[in-house]
């Protein structure tokens, strides 16, 4: 049997990632002999060394950008996405009143959302949108992005510097949600993040971009000599490596489509695992066909996997790399999250600490039923490739109401249900269901078999009600986009297309509407 080497230092790694062909041996001794000097003064094991990407100040935000007016806003919004010019329109003002004395997954108001029915316009020949009136909604006062201090976390990630760079894929927006104070500056959180076959110059790019949007990130270049699943356990060498180790109390892997909605209530959350003690802190798939073949009670990486110091100090300690004269493991898996269990489990007493709060999210298709749900979920993944959400500008109302708003539902007295930062929906033949089931909306790569469907997520989610895609019963207008105007105000701008069939009655041969219909919301302190 063979190991393979002990994962390169982070001085060895810096000095690998400044590297150019180009530069002369002596220019090149220099920078060598300056890295070694950056670590004798400023050891691993004591200040924090500045890294490459790091906000070196947390009071140097983004440059402000000009306020647009709320018309200028939506006109571009609509343009972008080739909306218009005739829409249907309405609009409502609410005002969100923290003092709910918890968060609950329906909250009903007694109003009527749109007291006035949706008008017709021409968004190029309007001056001025109709007004929406104001109404006040009670929610549970909860922290905004700007006042959580992450700094007990580090997280670490490996990806690609094609999907760090890609417009579909890149996780910027979305991480700048929840590793800043969503104003340019570091929460407090760390983040490393290793690029697989790139070069130094895609690392500086990545380390600039990082930097510019505010998140405290070490770009590094993953082990060339490792494959996926040996990666993946190398980020908790990395994750014991860095500097600020010592002042860490839970660190984090991750998928680079991993977001956390709630960090306040995640920080509270990890409270009751003592970071001096060993703990390894995660969830399974919501799939139990999935539990069932893999055999095997463990963290699933896209859901977020957390320990303690102790337990990735014994990770460096352990054969986990450890491969046979055919070059296969020799704890025998593929994927990284398995390895990193199988490691555990196989030498070490540690059973997992089960958070099912995280969300793996191994549903496939439509997954409005999970996040109209109204649940508090710590976790979202998979949401750029098994499904679509952009869980970034769907977070932005948490500037206004704060975290706990995010999602949260609200049900008005004419059968509208806002779903706040993913949609509004309105059931015109009333809500003869009930709304606190999820809804079966997603499946399991096929649809054709609808009770295995059921079976297969009935653990995570309890009994699915049936899906109103289709039935005309459910007309939904789900988030287009949203801007925070000013301290403490949000606008929405929600949109259901004419031709999305899933709002129409197919059986009763109910037709698309003329034109795409538009929803925005402002919530106001």
Not at 166 to 177: L, N, Q
Not at 193 to 204: D, G, M, V
Request: charged share 25%; net charge neutral.
């Amino acid at each position: 049997m063979s190991f393979l080497k002990p994962s390169p230092s982070f001085a060895k790694r810096t000095i690998n990632m400044l590297h150019r062909p180009a530069v002369s041996k002596w220019r090149w001794s220099l920078v060598v002999v300056f890295i070694l000097a950056l670590v004798w003064l400023h050891p691993l094991s004591g200040t924090p060394l500045p890294q490459f990407g790091t906000k070196l100040s947390s009071t140097t935000g983004t440059a402000k950008q000009k306020p647009k007016t709320e018309l200028s806003f939506i006109k571009q919004l609509l343009k972008d996405n080739k909306i218009g010019p005739e829409i249907q329109f309405a609009s409502r003002t609410i005002r969100y009143v923290p003092d709910a004395l918890e968060r609950l997954p329906m909250t009903d108001v007694d109003q009527e959302l749109f007291s006035n029915s949706f008008v017709d316009l021409s968004i190029n020949k309007v001056k001025k949108l109709p007004p929406g009136n104001i109404l006040d909604v009670h929610v549970h006062r909860s922290v905004r992005p700007d006042q959580i201090d992450a700094s007990a976390l580090l997280f670490a990630a490996s990806t690609t510097f094609e999907r760090f760079s890609s417009e579909k894929t890149t996780p910027i927006g979305e991480w700048t949600r929840w590793l800043t104070d969503g104003k340019g500056n570091s929460n407090g959180a760390g983040l490393i993040l290793t690029l697989f076959n790139t070069s130094s110059e895609n690392i500086h790019m990545a380390s600039k971009q990082l930097h510019e949007a505010g998140i405290n990130a070490t770009v590094l270049a993953s082990n060339r000599n490792l494959d996926m699943a040996g990666r993946y356990v190398d980020l908790v060498h990395l994750l014991h490596n860095h500097p600020s180790r010592k002042q860490r109390k839970y660190f984090s892997l991750v998928d680079d489509d991993t977001f956390f909605p709630y960090m306040g209530e995640l920080l509270h959350t990890l409270k009751r695992y003592n970071p001096d003690r060993s703990h390894y802190i995660g969830t399974f798939t919501e799939r139990t066909d999935w539990m069932l073949h893999n055999k095997a009670p463990m963290a699933y990486g896209g859901a977020g996997v957390f320990m303690t110091a102790p337990v990735i100090q014994k990770v460096t300690e352990l054969p986990c790399l450890e491969k046979d004269d055919e070059g296969d493991y020799v704890l025998g898996a593929d994927q990284g999250d398995r390895l990193l269990y199988n490691c555990l489990h196989n030498y070490t007493e540690l059973a997992l600490s089960y958070l099912p709060r995280l969300r793996q999210e191994d549903q496939m298709g439509d997954a409005s039923g999970f996040y109209e749900a109204g649940l508090q979920h710590l976790s979202f993944h998979h949401y750029h490739t098994w499904h679509e959400l952009w869980p970034g500008k769907m977070h932005i109302v948490a500037d206004a109401c704060g975290e706990d708003c995010v999602l949260q539902r609200f049900r008005f007295k004419d059968d509208f249900i806002i779903s706040n930062g993913y949609s509004v929906s309105h059931y015109p033949k009333g809500i003869d269901f009930d709304p606190l089931q999820m809804e079966a909306t997603f499946d399991y790569g096929t649809m054709e078999d609808q009770e295995f469907r059921d079976v297969v997520f009935s653990y995570a989610f309890g009994m699915l009600r049936k899906g109103l895609s289709y039935t005309g019963r459910k007309k939904s207008w789900e988030l287009l986009g949203a801007v925070r105007e000013k301290e403490g105000t949000v606008k929405q701008v929600y949109l259901k297309r004419r031709g999305d069939g899933r709002w129409l009655d197919r059986e009763g041969g109910e037709e698309h509407p003329e034109n795409d219909s538009v929803v925005v919301l402002t919530w106001i302190p």
